[in-house]
């Protein structure tokens, strides 16, 4: 059974850092993309970083320059600086699995204070 587990979320005042780990197990198969998403309250949920499985990565506008997605075979990170109130969010670890199949983490509460 496929299964992601984050790591890293808590409060942290604007302009501060936080780093995320989600670790991948339960599977033999390789895992391509991976990423990280986010939803605000209230809103719907938001691609903010990918990571493919040979290093490319992409990042939502409002992150370049302050987010740095990276990966370790089956974990992968979500470095967060200059933190905003804006980011408040719970944050959602994804995983494209071949062949069998896309999963996702049970997300962790990131909370910038101003």
């Known amino acids: 059974q496929v299964q992601l587990v984050e790591s890293g979320g808590g409060l942290v005042q604007a302009g501060g850092s936080l780093r995320l780990s989600c670790a991948v197990s339960?599977?033999?198969?390789?895992?391509?993309?991976m990423g990280w998403y986010r939803q605000p309250p209230g809103k719907q949920r938001e691609l903010v970083a990918g990571?493919?499985?040979?290093?490319n990565t992409n990042y939502a506008d409002s992150v370049k320059g302050r987010f740095t997605i990276s990966r370790d075979k089956n974990t992968a990170y979500l470095q967060m600086n200059s933190l905003k109130p804006e980011d408040t969010a719970v944050y959602y670890c994804?995983?494209?699995?071949?062949?069998?199949?896309?999963?996702w983490g049970q997300g962790t509460q990131v909370t910038v204070s101003s």
């Open positions: 339960g599977t033999a198969f390789s895992i391509n993309n």
């Open positions: 990571v493919t499985s040979g290093g």
């Open positions: 994804n995983a494209n699995v071949a062949p069998v199949g896309m999963y």
